[in-house]
């Protein structure tokens, strides 16, 4: 099991959440927040008065999955993230201990896999 983290621009967002869900990754988890790479420094006026704002805003995802799920989901990321340019974002692969899905009680790759209910 493995703990796919994504740091993407927020305007790529639904481009990302598309191409996942055209993979089949499915259950994830979206924060924004701030940050900075390879970006050059932004410099804003507020209030008459020059400011630097060195983070960004991006959105961060998290998405546990199971082994076989792990390249397609890197895959569908850096497909639908990608523009080329210096802060496209970056994607960590982190080992997973442990899963357990509170409603049933599943445990590890059975908590992450997905399930279709049928009705």
Do not use: W
Not at 34 to 57: D, F, I, N, S
Not at 65 to 85: K, L, M, Q, S, Y
Not at 102 to 113: F, H, K, N, Q, Y
Request: proline share 4%.
């Amino acid at each position: 099991m493995k703990l796919v983290v994504a740091i993407i621009r927020p305007e790529m967002l639904n481009d990302v959440l598309e191409a996942l869900y055209r993979r089949e990754v499915r259950g994830l988890t979206v924060s924004r927040v701030l940050g900075h790479g390879g970006e050059a420094e932004h410099v804003a006026t507020y209030r008459g008065t020059t400011v630097k704002l060195p983070l960004q805003e991006k959105v961060r995802l998290e998405i546990g999955v199971t082994e076989p799920f792990v390249e397609p989901t890197i895959e569908a990321i850096r497909d639908a993230a990608c523009t080329g340019e210096v802060g496209d974002g970056k994607i960590f692969v982190l080992d997973l201990e442990r899963s357990v899905r509170i409603r049933s009680d599943e445990r590890d790759e059975s908590a992450l896999t997905p399930t279709l209910v049928r009705q």
